[in-house]
């Protein structure tokens, strides 16, 4: 018993059992009621989410942002939005990117204070260049806290993430007060669906977090995400008289084309335009389509700027296109020049177009129901226009547009396997609806130039924007999260796929039936080639030997190694996309074999440099 020293006051003795004081016997342990859950306004947000019909949030658990995973817990219990956990924190905004592709809802990703915030960056910076709806939720210290240099304190008194996040997104803000929560939120989601899409961020201090709410979310989701259906009448009037006076057009199709690619192929077929498309907007259109003439740009096709260079060129057509490097071929005035008509949904892609004589604006689908309807009309009156031959070239393989030399490359049963032959392999064998997810490097190159496709739902993905190594990983495991019974493919190279190998364990955890293609040459193959092509210094583009196989196996993932042309010809994917749980194959490819990116090195060469990223 404890005494007291030196105290003057006796301690009682043990109070002796009796019958008002003994403990009682149970048959059974007492059972503890458990306490209500109050609702917080970390709640709030997921409410939120479930009004939107978003049911996935990415990240990477962390002590501040506990509360919001607290919530998500709660949430997928009753069957609302859930927590999938990535590796890594730029692995979980990829996913939440490839999310946003496949459902069309806004990608959603979260993260602790501190690195967390950082680590997501990459990810972050990538969705802005590629125009990708994406909240972003970052945690902070408690708000006392501030200033104290706290573990991991990243605010405006420390390593100033709010301040990171400013260059990298269309809204970012610091939620210094519970009652700024709800407004905040709602204009980050508004933001985030602004012509043009982007990631917003909020950074919300844990106590904040597991506040309790004093309101319930109030807003309706319909009043948040709305497309509003605009257009420039008088620029779509002047549009029409142009076209009244040209005897031909010629069209080039970008990546912001999207819901409008059924007009604007209505709108190709009745004025018998001549079309090609940049890298990325390819996966808008039919690739065998009679009147398609390639790819213009980055690891495009001769027949594509052939096209632009024929005198007999009236009108260019350029559509929701931001005219970067890599599909303008740097810019050049094949496309860039003063028969362009630039159409687009974003006043600020204008900015690289002011040769054009003509800016379009407004929603696309929208001006292209009225160009259909006026082109409708006036051929009634037997109005028609030319279409301009195929310069040279006409398709073979698959609809591509390729030397007799290519073609051969595309037939070759030479071990290790030829790259265009892998390619032509996959253009006959994947299930037209197969979503593609291509990886920066040499798989860009490949896959823009031999990769041909007739499915134009936008299933064909590519990051092109920022150009970020490993994107394609958690990109094709967000797609396949938001839409488990489509077949998904990862196309990536190993110098990419060893950034964030650990990523298809998640895939593993989820069960998802994503099929990873890693292209094995030991190298960074743009790397590597764009030195040789540059004339360059060679110099860190050669990697170890590695079995990714059996890498995938240690992380129980079926792997195959595939060495020859025979070995990947009997593949049956449509059993593979049916798996509960994703495959690797190793492809052994030909590093010799060079890529089709020669005017990218001309470009950089241009500017004092020869080495392409990536």
């Known amino acids: 018993m404890l005494q007291l020293i030196n105290s003057n006051f006796p301690i009682p003795d043990p109070l002796p059992l009796s019958p008002g004081n003994a403990p009682v016997q149970t048959d059974t342990a007492p059972v503890a009621t458990p306490p209500v859950q109050q609702t917080t306004y970390a709640d709030l947000i997921v409410d939120y989410l479930a009004q939107m019909g978003i049911d996935t949030v990415f990240g990477v658990p962390g002590g501040a942002i506990e509360p919001l995973l607290n919530s998500l817990a709660r949430s997928e219990r009753k069957g609302g939005p859930r927590l999938v956990v990535a590796r890594h924190e730029c692995g979980a905004a990829f996913m939440a990117d490839g999310y946003a592709r496949e459902t069309g809802k806004m990608g959603v990703v979260c993260a602790t204070t501190g690195p967390g915030a950082t680590n997501l960056i990459t990810g972050v910076a990538s969705a802005l260049a590629d125009e990708v709806p994406m909240l972003v939720i970052t945690a902070q210290t408690p708000l006392p806290k501030f200033g104290k240099r706290a573990l991991q304190e990243s605010s405006c008194t420390a390593i100033d993430t709010v301040g990171m996040f400013r260059y990298v997104t269309q809204f970012n803000t610091l939620v210094s007060h519970h009652e700024q929560l709800e407004s905040k939120l709602v204009s980050a989601i508004m933001a985030a669906h602004r012509k043009p899409n982007g990631p917003v961020h909020i950074s919300i201090p844990a106590d904040v977090l597991r506040s309790p709410a004093t309101i319930n979310a109030h807003i309706h989701s319909d009043l948040l995400v709305h497309d509003f259906a605009m257009a420039d009448d008088s620029a779509i009037a002047r549009l029409c ?63 594509a700027r052939q096209l632009f260079q024929s005198p007999d060129v009236d009108l260019i057509l350029a559509v929701g296109t931001e005219l970067g490097e890599l599909g303008t071929s740097g810019w050049q005035n094949d496309l860039l020049n003063t028969k362009l008509v630039h159409i687009d949904s974003s006043i600020e892609h204008f900015t690289r177009s002011p040769m054009a004589n003509l800016h379009v604006f407004g929603n696309i689908d929208v001006i292209f129901d009225r160009l259909v309807k006026s082109v409708r009309e006036v051929r009634k009156w037997g109005r028609s226009w030319e279409t301009l031959p195929n310069a040279n070239q006409t398709p073979n393989i698959n609809g591509g547009f390729f030397t007799l030399r290519e073609a051969d490359k595309c037939l070759s049963n030479a071990s290790p396997v030829k790259p265009q032959r892998l390619m032509a392999h996959l253009s006959q064998a994947l299930p037209e609806d197969t979503r593609i997810f291509v990886d ?32 394609s990983i958690g990109a094709a495991i967000g797609s396949a999260i938001g839409n488990r019974a489509a077949p998904t493919l990862c196309i990536v190279g190993d110098g990419s796929y060893l950034m964030s190998a650990q990523e298809i364990t998640v895939a593993a955890q989820q069960q998802l039936p994503v099929v990873f293609l890693v292209l094995n040459d030991a190298a960074m193959g743009m790397v590597m080639h764009g030195q040789q092509l540059g004339q360059q210094e060679s110099i860190g583009w050669e990697l170890n030997e590695v079995n990714y196989a059996l890498m995938a196996q240690a992380m129980g993932v079926d792997g195959i190694v595939i060495t020859s042309p025979d070995q990947l010809d009997k593949l049956d994917y449509q059993a593979l996309f049916q798996k509960r749980g994703p495959t690797l194959l190793d492809v052994r490819i030909d590093r010799n074999e060079i890529p089709p990116m020669g005017d990218r090195i001309k470009g950089l060469a241009v500017n004092g440099s020869a080495t392409p990223g990536g």
């Open 241 to 303: 008289e142009k076209l009244g006076k040209v005897d031909n057009l010629v069209m080039y199709i970008g990546n912001g084309v999207g819901k409008a690619s059924k007009q604007i192929m209505e709108f190709i077929e009745l004025t018998g335009a001549a079309f090609v498309t940049g890298p990325m907007g390819k996966t808008w259109v039919d690739e065998h389509h009679p009147l398609y003439r390639g790819v213009y740009g980055f690891a495009g096709h001769d027949s």
């Open 440 to 471: 920066a490097g040499n798989g860009w190159s490949w896959a823009t130039h031999y990769l041909s496709r007739s499915n134009s739902q936008g299933l064909y993905r590519i990051a092109m924007g920022y150009g970020s190594m490993a994107w």
